[in-house]
């Protein structure tokens, strides 16, 4: 639940702050139709890359991440497969670009310039204060040698691609 409620913060308050700065950065950037439209194209194409990594990087823990009868988007196994046998946090890494894509929806400079990176970072952040700690304290010495072996993100062409792969449906 306080995920949730950050993440709505991050959202909505970026918009706000972004709105808000764009008034004085670029007053007049919102009569650019031109620019809004290339904007939300971009946008659209990045949220939907968003989406396609969260729906697979959840279909993998979904898949090989529980033992047993679970609570939903719980997980009691450190998954190795997919992309995850490249980067230990693959979802994030397509969750970093959400704060982006909904900048460059709303056609705020600002936002996409300014408070998008910024949130970003904050992102990154709560994974090396929240994720990692959890994860160490879960799954103890198996992580720490996970750890050794990955690292928290990788962009090789590999990666990548598993990481857009299909995955079915459980």
């Not at 439209?37 to 194409?45: D, E, H, P, Q, T």
């Not at 230990?88 to 929806?105: D, S």
């Not at 160490?136 to 857009?164: A, N, Q, R, S, T």
């Amino acid at each position: 639940m306080i995920r949730i409620l950050v993440w709505m913060v991050m959202i909505f308050g970026g918009l706000a702050m972004g709105l808000y700065l764009d008034t004085f950065l670029f007053p007049n950037i919102h009569s650019c139709i031109l620019f809004h439209l290339l904007s939300f194209i971009v946008g659209v194409l990045v949220l939907f890359t968003v989406i396609s990594v969260s729906r697979n990087t959840g279909r993998i823990l979904a898949k090989y991440g529980r033992d047993g009868n679970l609570p939903r988007m719980e997980t009691n196994r450190l998954v190795s497969e997919g992309p995850y046998n490249y980067m230990r946090h693959p979802m994030h890494l397509g969750l970093l670009l959400f704060p982006l894509a909904f900048a460059l929806i709303i056609g705020s400079p600002s936002f996409i310039l300014i408070i998008a990176p910024v949130e970003a970072l904050l992102m990154i952040l709560m994974i090396a204060i929240v994720e990692e700690p959890g994860a160490e304290k879960k799954f103890g010495k198996e992580y720490d040698k996970y750890k050794k072996d990955k690292p928290w993100f990788c962009f090789k062409k590999k990666c990548l691609k598993e990481l857009f792969k299909y995955v079915e449906k459980i």
